[in-house]
């Protein structure tokens, strides 16, 4: 299997997980102050990540080189992880996630300008086609419902930590110097605790920790451990071998991963239209799975 190809397993499984923090977020949204509760993930995903290296790859002094590099990254990683929890106090999962499926293009933006990473017909065709499934999907195969549409308080939250998770994206290439993905997520992982224990430690004194809902503790255990040790790493191993677009094009599947997740919860299946959406978000991957330009 090539690089490549390894790249976008990686973010299959990535697209997987991401869609598990919107619904379950969305419960616990309401129950704990988003900076006290992504302190305490980045410290949990801190200590697993930094274990799994230790074991693994190991550290080297040249991976402390220039740690603003890992303050920038947490910081930016740190921001959209806030937002995101404050959205969902408002906004319905699915709704964020069709705020999520605007990464890609912004994503490619920013690789412009950071990379001058072109973008070819090939891939702007798979994003057009993936953006359509996607909004095929958020919207439940409902026309009146997409001209309906209004832009919530919780949406517009949550767009200003999409566009932070867009650039850091091009931002891992740009900065990596050659540590190894688990290396450089721990370093990530580690500058964005102490961003959030500097702006949320009032919330994290304030929090009853004793008293919070069994979903909280749920939610942490799976954003901790799924949606962040896990998912930051797969995405630093994509990043190192994908271009950005290709790279935040899956996040196109996460809507239809969110309504899955909404089944599994108890909360209604969609109806069979809702499949034409899936089906094209499928072409657009594996449109991105072709090498040639058109």
């Known amino acids: 299997m090539?690089?490549?190809?390894?790249?976008?397993?990686?973010?299959?499984?990535?697209?997987?997980?991401?869609?598990?923090?919107?619904?379950?977020?969305?419960?616990?949204?309401?129950?704990?102050?988003p900076a006290a509760l992504n302190v305490v993930?980045?410290?949990?995903?801190?200590?697993?990540?930094?274990?799994?290296?230790?074991?693994?790859?190991?550290?080297?002094?040249?991976?402390?080189?220039?740690?603003?590099?890992?303050?920038?990254?947490?910081?930016?990683?740190?921001?959209?992880?806030?937002?995101?929890?404050?959205?969902?106090?408002?906004?319905?999962?699915?709704?964020?996630?069709?705020?999520?499926?605007l990464i890609p293009l912004m994503s490619a933006g920013f690789g412009y300008l950071l990379l001058r990473q072109i973008m070819?017909?090939?891939?702007?065709?798979?994003?057009?086609?993936?953006?359509?499934?996607?909004l095929w999907v958020i919207f439940r195969a409902d026309l009146a419902a997409l001209l309906r549409f209004r832009i919530g308080t919780g949406e517009v939250i949550y767009f200003w930590g999409c566009v932070a998770h867009a650039i850091y994206t091009p931002l891992v290439r740009k900065l990596n110097r050659g540590e190894a993905p688990v290396v450089f997520s721990f370093g990530m992982m580690v500058?964005?605790?102490?961003?959030?224990?500097?702006?949320?430690?009032?919330?994290?004194?304030?929090?009853?920790?004793?008293?919070?809902?069994?979903i909280v503790w749920i939610t942490l255990a799976y954003i901790s451990i799924a949606a962040s040790s896990i998912t930051f790493?797969?995405?630093?191993?994509?990043?190192?071998?994908?271009?950005?677009?290709?790279?935040?094009?899956?996040?196109?599947?996460?809507?239809?991963?969110?309504?899955?997740?909404?089944i599994v919860l108890g909360n209604g299946a969609p109806g069979g239209l809702i499949l034409v959406g899936v089906g094209l978000t499928i072409v657009a991957l594996w449109l991105l799975l072709k090498d040639e330009e058109l």
């Open 2 to 33: 090539s690089n490549q190809m390894r790249g976008h397993l990686a973010m299959l499984l990535f697209s997987v997980l991401v869609a598990g923090s919107f619904s379950l977020g969305h419960m616990a949204a309401n129950e704990i102050a």
């Open 41 to 101: 993930r980045f410290l949990i995903a801190s200590v697993v990540i930094g274990t799994v290296a230790s074991l693994t790859t190991g550290f080297k002094r040249s991976d402390i080189d220039a740690p603003w590099r890992y303050l920038l990254l947490g910081g930016l990683f740190a921001i959209y992880f806030v937002l995101m929890f404050e959205g969902l106090k408002t906004a319905d999962p699915v709704s964020t996630s069709a705020v999520f499926t």
């Open 120 to 134: 070819t017909r090939r891939m702007a065709l798979a994003l057009a086609i993936g953006a359509a499934g996607a």
């Open 191 to 214: 500058a964005g605790f102490f961003v959030l224990l500097a702006y949320g430690w009032r919330d994290l004194w304030a929090t009853d920790w004793a008293a919070l809902p069994g």
């Open 233 to 262: 790493v797969l995405l630093q191993y994509a990043v190192l071998r994908l271009p950005s677009a290709k790279v935040m094009a899956y996040t196109y599947l996460t809507p239809s991963w969110v309504i899955l997740w909404e």
